[in-house]
């Protein structure tokens, strides 16, 4: 308690503000200021989140300790060359909804560990992204970005990229030098096709890319050896790559609402067993013992009942093919 502080403990706190000089985190929560107040006194402070309506953000008022800031409102529109005193600052997130172009001096925190720019109009990613070299996450959901500079590739230490719900229709084939990423959220765009060179992320654990406009994947996609979580949901897939079924770490994998006639034998016999989901394809419909099924390759079928789901071999001679609806 002595070392978290929230806005609630601040308003009702009529001591001497000296006295709480040891704390290290403190939030707002639900406060906006009408100007940035001044918080030296809070010497050990290394994490704080705070909304200030004015255009004028003071960071000369914000104690030198500082490694995690997050600001939100007006305050950001137009960041002052004065961050730079914060010198042990590594993790910075800016909430303003109205927040079009990223401030220039953000370019030149080269010591940020992570950038967190969520849910706003954001539409346009300088190349000098480049220049934040230790960024190990970069989270920019929920924008408007439409492109991402090639530079992108110079954040060789990025282990977490979240670029989904924005506007984005191709990836920078840079992304191949991005080696050390796990998590790397695509959904929620307007991709048609993954570059090739997202194949040399070995690393991957988790890849989302539900909710495009996605034909096909890359035939190397067996390159992920490290791939556990797979989501495809909401594409225009037609069909997979055999090599898919080398992903012998996936444990879970969607690929709701596409439009998959049929799967490679090799990566039904790898899914059997694990978390997946193809509803809303165009499997034919089959009939086995007065159970539907839909038959998904020319060896398999698949059957799913609220959330359990079954894959068996096609049985000879027990298949009769339902009727089309009129």
Known sequence: MKEKLRV?????????????????????????????????????LSSLSIRVDSEDFDFNKMPKSIKNLGIGYKGIRDMSEDIKCLDKLAELSLYDKHLFDLPEVVYELTNLKMLNIQNSYLSDVSEKIGNLTNLVVLDLSNNRITKMPEELGNNLDLTVLKLDHNFLRSIPDSISNLTKLFKLYLNNNRLEYIPQSITSLS????????????????????????????????????????????????????????????????????????????????????????????????????????????????????????????
Do not use: A
């Open 203 to 326: 690393g991957l654990e988790y890849l989302c890319l539900d909710n495009n406009e996605i034909i096909e994947l890359p035939e190397m996609i067996d390159n992920l050896k490290s791939l556990i979580e797979l989501k495809l949901d909401h594409n225009k897939l037609i069909k997979l790559p055999d090599t898919i079924g080398w992903l012998d770490k996936l444990e879970k994998i969607t690929i709701e609402n596409n439009k998959l006639s049929e799967l490679p034998d090799s990566f039904v016999e790898l899914i059997k067993d694990k978390k997946v989901s193809l509803k809303y394809n165009k499997f034919p419909q089959v009939r086995i013992n007065d159970k539907d099924y839909w038959q998904i390759s020319s060896s398999y079928m698949y059957r799913k009942t609220g959330r359990n789901h079954s894959i068996v071999k096609v049985p000879e001679g027990e298949i009769t093919y339902l009727p089309k609806k009129k």
């Open 8 to 44: 609630e403990l601040v308003e009702s706190y009529r001591g001497n503000l000296n006295d709480l000089s040891s704390l290290t985190h403190i939030t707002f929560k639900d406060k906006i200021f009408k100007s940035t107040p001044d918080l030296r006194v809070f010497e050990n």
